[in-house]
């Protein structure tokens, strides 16, 4: 049975939620989607039961601070493993080649040599190109080129328990793919604010969507269930009751809005 944790469901300007991030786990292991941006990733596994030692598998789906930082602070733990010997199956880490290059670069840059030198050692790059199939954990994934308007993203597509998921980054929805996520089981699609709060938040310029605009246009894909995250948190404990009624106030299918910590089960 496979489900998804979330271990962080926030933008990059959160303080109280953590930058999204989550796992899809079943029984041959965990697959890490982003790592937000910041040593919190470790604390937000051990939170999950999961040794940071353990994950094998991480997509980072594109360079920005909130989805790559933490990986940094995961590779100083998990160098220093490799280097003590305890780390004996290698990691793999599935990115576009603007992450790859941006990775390698900041971990050159921040770490000690020989943390560097530890981690290299023990990790598999796989520079995905758009639309290319990998199996993770016995689940077939097809990686894709989201045609962001801003650093270049990729997101997957994937069966689950039967069901077709899509996770799309943390961008409006591209019209080039509408085709590709119509008539979805689940459909992962940010939220960055209400749609009252655009005027704050800005979250059209940013490349972003609202509650009310992600919902409208996952209706007329006739996607059957929408889970909304990368949120701001001016809400506090409402964000979940609010985010869910402009949602389905839109789209006639299930939403869900997922806290921190969460567990979604297809």
Not at 23 to 35: S, Y
Not at 89 to 104: Q, R
Not at 222 to 249: D, F, M, P
Request: glycine residues 6%.
């Amino acid at each position: 049975m496979e489900k998804i944790i979330m271990l962080g469901t926030g933008n990059g300007g959160t303080l109280d939620l953590y930058n999204t991030c989550f796992l899809i786990q079943n029984d041959r292991g965990n697959f890490l989607i982003d790592t937000g941006g910041s040593i919190e990733i470790m604390k937000r596994l051990k939170q999950v039961n999961i040794d940071g030692k353990e994950i094998r598998h991480i997509f980072i789906s594109h360079s920005h601070t909130d989805h790559i930082l933490g990986l940094i602070w995961m590779f100083k733990k998990l160098g220093r493993a490799s280097i003590n010997g305890e780390i004996e199956t290698n990691i793999n880490i599935y990115c576009n080649d603007v992450v790859y290059e941006a990775i390698v670069e900041v971990a050159k840059q921040i770490l000690p040599e020989k943390i560097v030198k530890g981690i290299l050692k023990i990790t598999d790059f796989h520079i995905l190109k758009d639309k290319e199939k990998m199996n993770i954990n016995g689940i077939d994934y097809t990686f894709f080129d989201i045609h962001a308007r801003g650093t270049k993203q990729f997101g997957f597509e994937c069966m689950l328990n039967e069901k077709r998921l899509i996770f799309l980054g943390d961008e409006t929805l591209n019209a080039d793919l509408y085709e590709r996520v119509r008539n979805s089981d689940y459909v992962m699609h940010e939220a960055f604010c209400l749609d009252s709060e655009e005027n704050i938040f800005h979250a059209y310029e940013k490349n972003h969507s609202t509650a009310k605009s992600a919902s409208k246009i996952m209706n007329d894909l006739k996607v059957k269930n929408l889970i909304l995250y990368h949120t701001e948190e001016s809400h506090g404990k409402e964000r979940k009751k609010l985010y869910t009624e402009e949602a389905q106030k839109n789209f006639n299918g299930n939403v869900y809005v997922p806290d921190d910590l969460e567990i979604i089960e297809l």
